[in-house]
């Protein structure tokens, strides 16, 4: 399991640092139209936390490389650059990679000559190039209560995905089929939630609903006896039962978490605390949702438990098939 989540602060500062390297490179760019970034480097340039990806397997999209994409009516990146496609903006800047896009891009213009694919775009073209369980991650990075870019909903995945199939199907596209990566993102879109905090929160709920656990609320509200108001990270609401992931802090943050628990146990509910060292493991993993599935089961009766977890494309499939049921 990857480490902490990100702060906002340092979101922000990697996205300055990016958009003056970014500004740079165009200056010296010698490509006959303007650079549209995409990927790795349009989620720095929009202060967006970076998912886990294998560079091993995509070194391209390492963060010290500049991603510029392509649109379809450019098909020919190395006519519009002269020498190699991973040419250095000069002699201690970034390298180029060039990317296709097979549909026509959505893009953003973060600073003055600065311009990538929007965030909702960018996460349409991982999709080919994370796991299934880093797309949600990156998709519920852009769902998050705080952010610094434009606020999205489920809804908004939903409308681009149409836009893209429905571009795919007319005919003076020129294409036979829907492009790349649109099946993993209807399987990301509906394990996606909205009003999410951090990507370790939303690793530790894919793993809960992996082991056939009921789909929990994020960012419960929840009234105190003493009048305050909590948003707890992941609530099993029915059965007020409260999952917290708690990472590395300093002793002050340690003394409130205590004393948030301590609330949160006075107005009726049962809290479970997750450190990520019980998440680096399969085992450690199982241990947690035995834990949660336990107390879900003393105030339900129910244990949701299963035998073998379900990998995330089976527990997709079967989501998507309820909706389909449902509608």
């Given at each position: 399991?990857?480490?902490?989540s990100i702060s906002l602060d340092e979101l922000g500062n990697r996205a300055s640092d990016r958009r003056q390297c ?28 970076v998912p886990f990806i294998d560079v091993r397997k995509h070194p391209r999209l390492r963060e010290d490389v500049l ?154 509200m929840v009234q105190l006896p003493d009048g305050g108001v909590v948003f707890m990270d992941i609530a099993f609401v ?90």
């Open positions: 399991m990857k480490n902490e970014c500004q740079e490179a165009e200056s010296l760019c010698q490509r006959q139209c303007a650079c549209v970034f995409t990927l790795t480097t349009a989620l720095l340039l929009q202060g967006i936390e991603q510029v994409v392509v649109a379809p009516d450019e098909y020919k990146p190395r006519d519009h650059v002269r020498g190699n496609r991973r040419k250095r903006a000069k002699p201690k800047g970034l390298p180029y990679a060039f990317f296709a896009s097979g549909v026509p891009l959505d893009t953003v213009e973060v600073a003055p000559g600065v311009t990538c694919t929007t965030p909702l775009f960018t996460w349409f073209l991982f999709a080919t190039r994370l796991s299934l369980e880093e797309l949600v991650v990156l998709g519920d990075s852009l769902l998050r209560r705080n952010v610094l870019h434009e606020r999205y909903t489920l809804q908004d995945f939903e409308d681009m995905l149409v836009r893209i199939e429905h571009y795919a199907r007319n005919p003076c596209s020129g294409r036979a089929r829907a492009p790349r990566g649109i099946t993993a993102c209807r399987k990301a879109l509906v394990l996606m939630q909205e009003h999410t905090d951090s990507s370790t929160e939303t690793r530790l709920r894919l793993m809960l609903e992996r082991h056939g656990l009921p789909r929990p609320t994020v960012n419960h029915g059965a007020r039962v409260d999952v917290e992931y708690d990472g590395k802090h300093h002793e002050q943050q340690w003394e409130a978490d205590a004393q948030r628990r301590l609330r949160i146990e006075s107005a009726g509910w049962d809290y479970v605390q997750v450190v990520n060292c019980s998440m680096s493991t399969e085992k450690g993993q199982r241990m947690v949702a035995e834990v949660v599935a336990r107390h879900i089961e003393e105030r339900t009766g129910v244990n949701y438990l299963l035998p073998t977890p379900f990998t995330l494309e089976q527990l997709a499939d079967r989501r998507r098939s309820l909706w389909k049921t449902a509608a």
